[in-house]
T-cell receptor, first 112, second 117 residues
Framework: QKEVEQDPGPLSVPEGAIVSLNCTYS??????FMWYRQYSRKGPELLMYTYSSGNKEDGRFTAQVDKSSKYISLFIRDSQPSDSATYLC????????????FGAGTRLFVKA | GAVVSQHPSRVICKSGTSVKIECRSL??????MFWYRQFPKQSLMLMATSNEGSKATYEQGVEKDKFLINHASLTLSTLTVTSAHPEDSSFYIC?????????????FGPGTRLLVL
């Protein structure tokens, strides 16, 4: 079993839709949870990070962590064609250096 | 802030030659740098973690003698692919974390696409 599971998609939605991206994980010790966006042939860029459980909102993006279910989500409201990219979830422990475990990434297509 | 650059962005080389890729943190001091490899439509595969002034820690299955990593300063790390072969063709991405960031957030470079003929 992988430490982090993420559906690779692709996920195709119409412009303006609400997008829900999810990851599950097996290590209950993970404390930091991050979402990265990667455009084709580019390096990933950090979108959001959260510590422990709860929600965090930043503009059209909301990150949600449910540690009891070992489940994290990223919601994108009013999706735009420019949101089309691969979204990677990532997480790490609170100790042991900064080694981060990444999900496989979900490819998102937002159609105009 | 938190900008990481990589050079070159693309490189084509002949089999058997060595290729050096540079990773620089432009506006912060990177105490830790990571090197990843990414195949098409796949996630990031961590190759090694390097701390400034220390030897790199390689992930299982990554050949230390083939992928030489040097983290000589707080703003520069290099990855040298020695005696490159076609199977080494891939997208190589570095990331950096700064000591002042309690989260240990990694900031990624734009990647280097390597093609070995």
């Amino acid at each position: 079993q992988k430490e982090v599971e993420q559906d690779p998609g692709p996920l195709s939605v119409p412009e303006g839709a609400i997008v829900s991206l999810n990851c599950t994980y097996s290590n209950s010790a993970f404390q930091y949870f991050m979402w990265y966006r990667q455009y084709s042939r580019k390096g990933p860029e950090l979108l959001m990070y959260t510590y422990s459980s709860g929600n965090k909102e930043d503009g059209r993006f909301t990150a949600q962590v449910d540690k009891s279910s070992k489940y994290i989500s990223l919601f994108i409201r009013d999706s735009q064609p420019s949101d089309s990219a691969t979204y990677l979830c990532a997480m790490r422990l609170n100790t042991g250096g900064f080694k981060t475990i990444f999900g496989a990434g979900t490819r998102l297509f937002v159609k105009a | 802030g938190a900008v990481v650059s990589q050079h070159p962005s693309r490189v084509i080389c002949k089999s058997g030659t060595s290729v050096k890729i540079e990773c620089r943190s432009l506006d912060f001091q990177a105490t830790t740098m990571f090197w990843y490899r990414q195949f098409p439509k796949q996630s990031l595969m961590l190759m090694a973690t390097s701390n400034e002034g220390s030897k790199a820690t390689y992930e299982q299955g990554v050949e230390k003698d083939k992928f030489l990593i040097n983290h000589a300063s707080l703003t520069l790390s290099t990855l040298t692919v020695t005696s490159a072969h076609p199977e080494d063709s891939s997208f190589y991405i570095c990331s950096a974390s700064g000591s002042r960031d309690p989260v240990g957030t990694q900031y990624f470079g734009p990647g280097t696409r390597l093609l070995v003929l």
